[in-house]
């Protein structure tokens, strides 16, 4: 199996692109968690990333998504089902994966 090594700079990056300010997940890490830990966490990312590649398995959790109501138009009808939009809630990781592989 050929798999392309990731490196530590291209993990740092794709950490550095999350966007900020968002909601948690269901994990309830943001990606500020991200941001702000220790530097080691890149590395132990890096070998996360590369392991699942090697064995072409992806975490059962980094699947799930919380979908979260919110409102339209805070001035109309709170009772009808138009007055909302559903947002989906996923982990970091789950942002962070699409960053480094479909970006």
Excluded: W
């Excluded at 291209?10 to 909601?23: F, P, T």
């Amino acid at each position: 199996m050929c798999i392309a090594p990731l490196t530590v700079e291209q993990i740092d990056n794709c950490v550095k692109q999350l966007k900020y300010g968002k909601a948690a997940g269901p994990d309830g890490l943001t990606a500020e968690h991200l941001k702000y830990a220790h530097p080691a966490l890149v590395l132990h990312l890096k070998l996360l990333m590369h392991l699942m590649l090697f064995y072409g398995y992806v975490p059962e959790a980094f699947g799930f998504g919380l979908i979260v109501p919110l409102v339209k138009d805070k001035l109309g009808d709170h009772n009808k089902v138009e007055n909302y939009r559903g947002i989906t809630l996923t982990p970091v990781i789950v942002n962070f994966l699409n960053l480094l592989f479909f970006s």
